[in-house]
C-alpha cells in the first residue's frame, strides 16, 4: 500500500462516516434536538469553534466523525431539559437514528447513478452467447432476459453474480429465461471439460492500453516459467497481441511445441521461447450481458443494485453462519478496506478506470455500511431503534442496569468481529 493510496483509502472511509453523521446532526437539528458537539475525524482537536452552543471540531487522525446529544448518555430519569435527547418524542428519537444509515444508503444509490450514467450499466440481458459455451450448449441465445438462477430471482446482474459466486464451477446452473417474444424458458447449464494450450500467466490492461503479465503460474512453460511479471506481451509466433483472439488462437496451434513470445522487459524488447502448457480447463458458461447507458433506466437500476448487494450481505452472513463460506473469506476490517482502496489509486491503469472502481467501492461500502447499521446489535442504530420499540411497549425505557448489560455484550461482539476482520485483513496483506 503506497502512502497516498492509504491517505484516499481513509478519507473515502471518513466521507462514508461524515455522511452517517450527517445525517443525526441534521435531523436532530431540524427536529429541535440539542446537540453539544459536531465533530470530523477522531483523536486530539486540531481546530474548534462554538456556534449557536453546538461545538464544531476537526480532530488529529482522518478517519470517522461523531455527533453528540444532549443528555445522550445520561441515565438520569429526572433530567427534565425538553431539548435533551430522552425526553424528545419516541417518532423523533427514531429519525434521528434511522437518518444516518439512510444517508448512507442513499449515497450508495447517488454513487450507482453516478457510475451508471458515466461508464454504463449491465443488464441481465444476454449478449453474444459464445459457441463454445455451456450457455449454447443449453440453448440460451442473444436477447434473452435472465429472469431466475437456481430458483431466485433476477433484476439486477449483481443478483446473477450473487447466485453464482460462491456455486462450484462443476456443477450445473438452473436458469430460467425470458425470450425476446415474451415466452419463459428453464434451461440447465451442464458443466463441461476441454483440454486448451495456455501461456499460464494472467493480464491486464494498463494506462497506454497494453497487455501487462500480473502473475506467472508455476505450471507455465512446464514448470519453468519463462515469461515474469511486469511483462508486456507483444506477439507470439510474430501473432500480435493486439488481436487477442488469433493471439490465443497462435498459442493453442503451437500444440506444446515451441512458441516464440516476444515481449518487453525493462524497456528493452526481446524474444523468449517456451512451450504452452496443456490445461484441463472447465467450458466457460457463456453467460455475458448487454450494456446500457440511459438516464432515465439508470435512477431504478441505482436502487435495485443497492438492493441487490443488501441481498448479497445477507447471503454471505448466512452462509459464513452455516459454515459454507469461511469467516475470512467474508469479514473485512477498515485496513482490509483502505488496502483494497489504496491498491485501485495505485495501481498503473487508465484514470477513468481508477474512478468507475472507486465509484464502485464507494457505493458498495456505502450501502453496506448502511444496512449493517440497521441490524439490532449494540451499539449499532438497529439496537437503538428496537429499544425505542420496547420503550413504545413498555410504557417506559429500559433500567439503566439492563441497558448496560445490553451494551456491554453487543460491544463485546462487535469488538471480536472487529479483531478478526483485522486478523484476516492482515493474514491477507502478508498474503496468507
Known amino acids: 500500500m503506497g502512502f497516498i493510496g492509504i491517505v484516499v483509502g481513509l478519507l473515502i472511509l471518513s466521507v462514508m462516516m461524515i455522511v452517517h453523521e450527517l445525517g443525526h446532526y441534521l435531523t436532530g437539528r431540524r427536529l429541535g434536538f440539542a446537540i453539544e458537539e459536531f465533530s470530523i475525524f477522531m483523536g486530539p482537536v486540531l481546530?474548534?469553534?462554538?456556534?449557536?452552543?453546538?461545538?464544531?471540531?476537526?480532530?488529529?487522525?482522518?478517519?470517522g466523525a461523531s455527533v453528540r446529544f444532549a443528555g445522550e448518555f445520561?441515565?438520569?430519569?429526572?433530567?427534565?431539559?425538553?431539548?435533551?435527547?430522552?425526553?424528545?418524542?419516541?417518532?423523533?428519537?427514531?429519525?434521528?437514528?434511522?437518518?444516518?444509515?439512510?444517508?448512507?444508503?442513499?449515497?450508495?444509490?447517488?454513487?450507482?447513478?453516478?457510475?451508471f450514467v458515466s461508464f454504463g450499466y449491465t443488464l441481465p440481458v444476454l449478449d453474444t452467447v459464445p459457441a463454445d459455451s455451456q450457455a449454447a450448449a443449453a440453448g440460451l441465445e442473444a436477447g434473452q432476459r435472465i429472469v431466475r438462477v437456481n430458483g431466485k430471482p433476477v433484476?439486477?446482474?449483481?443478483?446473477?453474480?450473487g447466485q453464482v459466486m460462491f456455486l462450484p464451477g462443476d456443477e450445473p446452473l438452473a436458469v430460467q429465461v425470458r425470450t425476446t417474444g415474451g415466452e419463459t424458458n428453464d434451461l440447465i447449464l451442464q458443466p463441461a471439460w476441454r483440454d486448451a494450450y495456455r501461456l499460464g500467466i494472467t493480464i491486464r490492461r494498463d494506462e497506454q492500453q497494453r497487455i501487462v503479465i500480473d502473475a506467472v503460474e508455476p505450471d507455465s512453460n512446464g514448470g519453468q516459467p519463462v515469461l515474469k511479471a511486469q511483462d508486456i506481451l507483444l506477439a507470439a509466433n510474430n501473432v500480435p497481441v493486439d488481436d487477442m483472439a488469433a493471439f490465443s488462437a497462435a498459442v493453442e496451434a503451437s500444440a506444446g511445441g515451441p512458441l516464440d513470445i516476444r515481449i518487453l522487459r525493462d524497456g528493452q524488447e526481446q524474444t523468449v521461447t517456451m512451450r504452452a502448457t496443456l490445461y484441463h480447463d472447465l467450458v466457460d458458461r457463456g453467460i455475458y450481458f448487454t450494456v446500457g447507458q440511459s438516464v432515465g433506466p439508470a435512477i431504478g437500476q441505482a436502487f435495485q443494485w443497492s438492493w441487490s448487494i443488501?441481498?448479497?450481505?445477507?447471503?454471505?452472513?448466512g452462509m459464513m453462519f452455516s459454515g459454507s463460506i469461511r469467516p475470512q473469506d467474508a469479514l473485512s476490517g477498515p485496513v482490509g478496506v483502505v488496502s483494497m482502496i489504496s491498491d485501485?489509486?495505485?495501481?498503473?491503469?487508465?484514470?477513468?478506470e481508477k474512478i468507475y472502481q472507486l465509484l464502485w467501492m464507494f457505493a458498495l461500502i456505502s450501502v453496506s455500511l448502511g444496512f449493517m447499521n440497521l441490524l439490532p446489535i449494540p451499539p449499532l442504530d438497529g439496537n437503538h431503534l428496537v429499544?425505542?420499540?420496547?420503550?413504545?411497549?413498555?410504557?417506559?425505557?429500559?433500567?439503566?442496569?439492563?441497558?448496560?448489560?445490553?451494551?456491554?455484550?453487543?460491544?463485546?461482539?462487535?469488538?471480536?468481529?472487529a479483531l478478526a476482520g483485522l486478523l484476516f485483513d492482515i493474514l491477507r496483506l502478508a498474503g496468507r
Open 74 to 115: 445520561d441515565d438520569d430519569d429526572q433530567d427534565k431539559h425538553p431539548d435533551h435527547f430522552f425526553n424528545r418524542p419516541r417518532w423523533a428519537r427514531a429519525l434521528v437514528i434511522g437518518t444516518g444509515p439512510a444517508l448512507n444508503l442513499l449515497s450508495g444509490v447517488l454513487a450507482f447513478f453516478i457510475m
Open 155 to 161: 433484476r439486477t446482474t449483481l443478483d446473477y453474480s
Open 344 to 352: 485501485v489509486v495505485t495501481q498503473s491503469q487508465p484514470l477513468s
Open 47 to 63: 481546530f474548534s469553534k462554538e456556534k449557536n452552543g453546538i461545538k464544531y471540531s476537526i480532530k488529529l487522525f482522518p478517519i
Open 387 to 417: 429499544l425505542i420499540v420496547l420503550e413504545t411497549i413498555r410504557g417506559r425505557r429500559l433500567s439503566a442496569r439492563v441497558q448496560n448489560l445490553i451494551g456491554i455484550v453487543g460491544i463485546a461482539l462487535i469488538v471480536m468481529l
Open 310 to 317: 443488501v441481498k448479497v450481505t445477507v447471503r454471505s452472513i
